[in-house]
C-alpha cells in the first residue's frame, strides 16, 4: 500500500532523544517502510527543517543531513504543482483544514495515495483519506 508521511512523524524522529519515547517512533517508522511504499512532499520536509529548528533548536544542518540519511533513501519526493494547488483549494472549501494540509491532501490525490501516516486528528474529517498514527 502507498502511504504518504506527514512531518511530524519526521520532526520527533528527528528530535527525540529520550531512548524508549525515541525508539517507539523508530519502530514505528521501520515498520512502515517495511510494510508500505513511502510518500511525502518538499512541504513536508520544509516543516521538517523549519519546526527542528524553531521549536527544538535542532540546527539546518543537522536536520538536512537526517533527511539525506533516514528520509530520501525510503521515501519518494512528490512535487507540487497547479495541480495539486487546485485539489488544495478545494479541500480548504470543503473541509476547512490548514493549507499545508490540504497541499499534502492534494498531492495523495494526484498520486493515487489513499492513507497518511499523520497524528493531526483534523484530517480525519477528510473522507477520501485515512490517517494512521503510531
Known amino acids: 500500500m502507498r502511504v ?25 517508522y521501520l515498520n512502515i517502510a517495511a510494510e508500505h511504499r513511502m510518500y511525502t512532499d518538499v512541504l513536508v520536509l520544509d516543516e521538517v527543517i523549519y519546526v527542528s529548528k524553531k521549536r527544538y533548536l ?14 530520501l533513501p525510503y521515501v519518494i519526493i512528490l512535487p507540487l504543482s497547479e ?22 491532501v492534494g498531492a495523495m490525490r494526484t498520486n493515487d495515495i489513499g492513507v ?3 497524528e493531526d486528528e483534523e484530517l480525519d474529517r477528510i473522507d477520501e483519506i485515512k490517517r494512521m498514527w503510531i
Open 4 to 28: 504518504f508521511i506527514d512531518s511530524n512523524l519526521l520532526v520527533y524522529l528527528n528530535t527525540l532523544t529520550t531512548e524508549n519515547i525515541r525508539r517507539a517512533y523508530e519502530n514505528f
Open 58 to 71: 535542532v540546527p539546518y544542518v543537522t536536520t538536512l543531513s537526517f533527511i539525506e540519511s533516514i528520509v
Open 83 to 104: 495541480d495539486e494547488y487546485n485539489e488544495a483549494a478545494e479541500i480548504i472549501g470543503k473541509y476547512n483544514v490548514k493549507p499545508s494540509d490540504a497541499l499534502h
Open 116 to 118: 497518511m501516516v499523520s
